[in-house]
Structures are given as C-alpha cells and as structure tokens.
C-alpha cells in the first residue's frame, strides 16, 4: 500500500522559514516524480513543485519560484520542500503527492500556518 | 501558463441524479487531464485520468470525456457518498493548473 507521511508543519512568522518532509512507502520510490500540491483554508488546490526521479531538476508554481525548494532523498524514500520567505498567503495544507501520469497518490496533508 | 475553468463552482442534486461538471483549457492539452474527488478534511482521491480512464476501484456510474480544450465529468446516477467537491487537473505542461473545484451539495 502507498503511504505518504508529511511533517514539519506548523506555526511561523513572515518572513520564517520552513521545511516540510514526506515518507514514502509501499512502492519503488526512486521509480517517481513527486509533487507538492497545497491548499488554503476553505480554499481550492494549487500545484506547487515537482521533482523528477534522481532529483537533477525541479519546476515551480510562479507563486514560490525562487522561495520554495524541492529535493529528494532517495536512499531515505524521503522528499522534502524547503520554504523560505514565507507569507502569509503561504498559509495552507501542504500534500506530499506521488506523480502517476498524472498525480495518483496523496499524503494526509501538514498545515502551515504564517502569522504573527 | 494553461488556465483551467471549471463549471459549475457548486450544485445541488438529488440521489439519483445525473450531474455534469465541465472544465475548459485556456489551450489544447490533448487528454492530458483528471479528475479528483475531495471529501472534507481528507485528501483528495483520483477518480479518473487521460481524460476517460476510471481509476481503478472507482464505481462506473462516473465516466469522463473530452480532448483537447473541453472536458466533462458525469455521474451517471448520484450516490449520497458522491456529495463532495470536485477538482480537474490539467498535466499536459508546468505549471500543473487545477480546476477551482465544483461542490456538490444535496438538494
């Protein structure tokens, strides 16, 4: 069975910085791109970041271009989202998302919340 | 960037209803689009992909169409499990661009 397991969410101040991690199991992990998909309170889903399988190149929502980063850890099944900058229009659940032509499996989501 | 427009943002329907939700690309993305189903406060579920291919798992009463700019997702026959909101996604080219989701609520 896929699992992803997001932590590393919570409460930080504009400005804060953040990262986010993902535990994969239940599949060849080193065998998928993975994503970030994020949604704000009462709000829709957005598409955030992508990673390919050995990690030499990611893409980026225009939103996080140059504040987000994405990386993976494959001999730890392990993809992370490193936030910096942070807003608080960044505020949201964050998804670990496993790409399978197209997305086909969803982590339960960490929140983080940006305030003062 | 390719723009997703998904119709309607909500609906109310009956058990047993037929239900259409629509979404259009600022562009062509072939079939290169799926569907979601959110029930609240859970992650979403994939319900179809390649614009027509059932999920495995998900009842047949749901079927997707489509190519190119347009795009429909239909339950054939509403269930009270299928009231939640509804999100395409479009994966033919970065940035991925969801739909803004279509709520369907029970009448």
């Known amino acids: 069975e896929v699992q992803l397991v997001e932590s590393g969410g919570g409460l930080v101040q504009p400005g804060g910085s953040v990262r986010l991690s993902c535990a994969a199991s239940?599949?060849?992990?080193?065998?998928?791109?993975m994503h970030w998909v994020r949604q704000a309170p009462g709000g829709g889903l957005v598409w955030v970041s992508r990673?390919?399988?050995?990690?030499?190149?990611?893409t980026y929502a225009d939103s996080v271009k140059g504040r987000f980063t994405v990386s993976r850890d494959n001999a730890k099944n392990t993809v992370y989202l490193q936030m910096n900058s942070l807003r608080v229009d960044d505020t949201a659940v964050y998804y670990c998302?496993?790409?399978?032509?197209?997305?086909?499996?969803w982590g339960q989501g960490t929140l983080v919340t940006v305030s003062s | 960037d390719i723009q997703m427009t998904q119709s309607p943002s909500s609906l109310s329907a009956s058990v047993g209803d037929r239900v259409t939700i629509t979404c259009r690309a600022s562009?062509?993305?072939?079939?290169?689009l799926g569907w979601y189903q959110q029930k609240p406060g859970t992650a979403p579920k994939r319900l179809m992909y390649?614009?027509?291919t059932l999920q495995s798992g998900v009842p047949s009463r749901f079927s997707g169409s489509g190519s190119g700019t347009e795009f429909t997702l239909t339950i054939s026959s509403l269930q009270p499990e299928d009231f939640a909101t509804y999100y395409c996604?479009?994966?033919?080219?970065?940035?991925?661009?969801f739909g803004q989701g279509t709520k369907v609520e029970i009448k």
């Open positions: 998302t496993r790409g399978g032509g197209p997305i086909d499996s």
């Open positions: 239940g599949f060849t992990f080193i065998n998928y791109w």
């Open positions: 996604l479009q994966y033919n080219s970065y940035p991925w661009m």
């Open positions: 990673i390919n399988v050995d990690g030499s190149d990611a």
């Open positions: 390649a614009a027509s």
């Open positions: 562009q062509g993305i072939r079939n290169d």
